[in-house]
């Protein structure tokens, strides 16, 4: 299971997909945390796995509009 990160964490954009709005290395404050999610869920792109949390994230070049992205597509980096 995948742990959760705080509100105000910073995080780096990883495993972005086509169609994903932000790129890889791209940088971003969690504004809220949402799950875990209580099962496997499907979606067109694949399987999000029971456990994942997902985020509300502001990210640095679109200040004022947090934008949701699953915890899989993100990692904590140092404040």
Request: charged share 25%; glycine share 12%; net charge positive.
């Amino acid at each position: 299971m995948q742990h959760p990160f705080s509100r105000g964490t910073r995080v780096e954009k990883t495993n972005s997909e086509p169609g994903d709005a932000h790129r890889n290395g791209e940088m971003g404050t969690v504004r809220s945390v949402l799950g875990p999610t209580p099962r496997d869920i499907p979606t067109p792109r694949g399987v999000i796995p029971k456990g994942t949390y997902g985020y509300f994230v502001e990210w640095d070049n679109l200040r004022g509009i947090p934008i949701a992205t699953v915890g899989l597509k993100v990692k904590a980096v140092p404040a």
